[in-house]
T-cell receptor, first 111, second 114 residues
């Protein structure tokens, strides 16, 4: 099958660094994306990893290890506005971009 | 640009009624999707369309039908609504790029089946 697992909740304080992990099933896997969703809103794209290694976009970085079937999203210099749900999503369709989303992690940033 | 537009935003249906959720994108994307999201849960893929004229089942297709009317439009139909289909429905579209296959979402349609 195609499923992705994440921790359900993570709590951190403002200014800290937090890592959100994602494990995925490898059959048909092409790459891993990360999305942010604020309460009541639509998900928005954060980052994408097609190859192993680290991708950095401002305060957000994402990492992929194909050998471990594992990836993570790293959020640095946490701000209150980063409180949201974060989803990893696996591309299981290649060029057709069939995206299967993970279970989601609710991040609570505390002052 | 409007991006991805879906209608209606809110709908209440009685069990057994039918309805169609409409979706249109103006970004010239080939791929379009319908997801559902239950409270406190992740997004589950109902159907997707990799190109005009093609549709494929996702994770939870039962009880739904789709139509890729043209490159811009992708509709989702509930033939006989059930309370289990109460959810938020998101339409999305995507482009395939070497830097990442970004998917863009509509604002969501809140559907309640009573």
């Amino acid at each position: 099958g195609q499923s992705l697992e994440q921790p359900s909740e993570v709590t951190a304080v403002e200014g800290a660094i937090v890592q959100i992990n994602c494990t995925y099933q490898t059959s048909g896997f092409y790459g891993l994306s990360w999305y942010q969703q604020h309460d009541g809103g639509a998900p928005t794209f954060l980052s994408y990893n097609a190859l192993d290694g680290l991708e950095e976009t401002g305060r957000f970085s994402s990492f992929l290890s194909r050998s471990d079937s594992y990836g993570y999203l790293l959020l640095q210099e946490l701000q209150m506005k980063d409180s949201a749900s974060y989803f990893c999503a696996g591309n299981y369709g290649g060029a057709t971009n069939k995206l299967i989303f993970g279970t989601g992690t609710l991040l609570a940033v505390q002052p | 640009n409007a991006g991805v537009t879906q209608t209606p935003k809110f709908q209440v249906l009685k069990t057994g009624q039918s309805m169609t959720l409409q979706c249109a994108q103006d970004m010239n994307h080939n791929s379009m999707y319908w997801y559902r999201q239950d409270p406190g849960m992740g997004l589950r893929l109902i159907y997707y369309s990799a190109s005009e004229g093609t549709t494929d089942k996702g994770e939870v297709p039962n009880g739904y039908n789709v139509s890729r009317l043209n490159k811009r439009e992708f509709s989702l139909r509930l033939e006989s609504a059930a309370p289990s289909q109460t959810s938020v429905y998101f339409c999305a579209s995507s482009e395939v790029r070497s830097t990442g296959n970004t998917i863009y979402f509509g604002e969501g349609s809140w559907l309640t089946v009573v």
